[in-house]
C-alpha cells in the first residue's frame, strides 16, 4: 500500500519569506508527527497530532512555527518568516496504534533550504 | 522516556553479523525498546522492538539483557546495503520518541 508521503520534496525559499510543508500520511493512521532533522544530526521531535488535535506541540521551535491537521488526513507545517537555522530536512511520520504497536512510518521528507 | 546511548560509528565486513549496543539502564517496566535505521537521505525505517524477551524478524534480532538496562541489535549478515546510521529509542509507546544521534555502521566489502 501506499506510504507516508511528504511535498516538496526540494524547497529553496529566501530568508523572510513563509513556507509550507505537506504530509499525507498513510490511510487509517490517526496519529502524526512531524520531526526536523539538521545535516548530520539526529531527529527533532516538533509536534503530535492525534486525529485533528495537537496534544503536544512541545518541540515547536518558536511562534514561527504551525501546524494543522484535516481530520485524520493531510497535516501542513508551516514557517512563518524563515531564517537560514530552518534550513534542514523535515520528516513526517504516521502511526496506528492497532495492536498495541507504536512503530512510525516516515515519510521521504522535504529538504528546506533558507538563503 | 528514557535516555539511550549509543556508540557513535562501527565498521562491519560484508556478509559477517553487525552487533550494535545500547545502553538504556534508566528504562522503566513499561517501556520499549525500539530500533530504526537511516538509510542516507531518507526517512527513517522501522526494523525491530521489543519488551523484554528478545525477538527476531526476517530483518533482525534484538537480545534485550534480563534487567533490560542494555540491547543489542544483530543483523545476522551485514550488506553494503545496511550501511546506515541505526537509532535505539526507548518508549512507552504514547507517542514521542527522542531520537539520539544514533550509530554509524558503515559495512566494507
Known amino acids: 500500500g501506499a506510504g507516508v508521503s511528504q511535498s516538496p520534496s526540494n524547497k529553496v525559499t529566501e530568508k523572510g519569506k513563509d513556507v509550507e510543508l505537506r504530509c499525507d500520511p498513510i490511510s487509517g493512521h490517526t496519529a502524526l508527527y512531524w520531526y526536523r532533522q539538521r545535516l548530520g544530526q539526529g531527529l527533532e521531535f516538533l509536534i503530535y497530532f492525534q486525529g485533528n488535535s495537537a496534544p503536544d506541540k512541545s518541540g515547536l521551535p518558536s511562534d514561527r512555527f504551525s501546524a494543522e491537521r484535516t481530520g485524520e488526513s493531510v497535516s501542513t507545517l508551516t514557517i512563518q518568516r524563515t531564517q537560514q537555522e530552518d534550513s534542514a530536512v523535515y520528516l513526517c511520520?504516521?502511526?496506528?496504534?492497532?495492536?498495541?504497536?507504536?512503530?512510525?512510518?516516515f515519510g521521504p521528507g522535504t529538504r528546506l533550504t533558507v538563503l | 522516556d528514557a535516555k539511550t546511548t549509543q556508540p557513535t560509528s562501527m565498521d562491519c565486513a560484508e556478509g559477517r553479523a553487525a552487533n550494535l549496543p545500547c545502553n538504556h539502564s534508566?528504562?522503566?517496566?513499561?517501556?520499549?525498546v525500539y530500533w530504526y535505521r537511516q538509510i542516507h537521505s531518507q526517512g527513517p525505517q522501522y526494523i525491530i522492538h521489543?519488551?523484554?524477551n528478545n525477538e527476531t524478524n526476517e530483518m533482525a534480532s534484538l537480545i534485550i539483557t534480563e534487567d533490560r538496562k542494555s540491547s543489542t541489535l544483530i543483523l545476522p549478515h551485514a550488506t553494503l546495503r545496511d550501511t546506515a546510521v541505526y537509532y535505539c529509542?526507548?518508549?512507552?509507546?504514547?507517542?514521542?520518541?527522542?531520537f539520539g544521534t544514533g550509530t554509524r555502521l558503515k559495512v566494507l566489502a
Open positions: 529509542i526507548v518508549t512507552s509507546g504514547t507517542y514521542k520518541y527522542i
Open positions: 534508566t528504562i522503566s517496566g513499561n517501556e520499549y
Open positions: 511520520a504516521s502511526s496506528s496504534p492497532a495492536g498495541g504497536r507504536y512503530e512510525q512510518f
Open positions: 521489543g519488551l523484554k
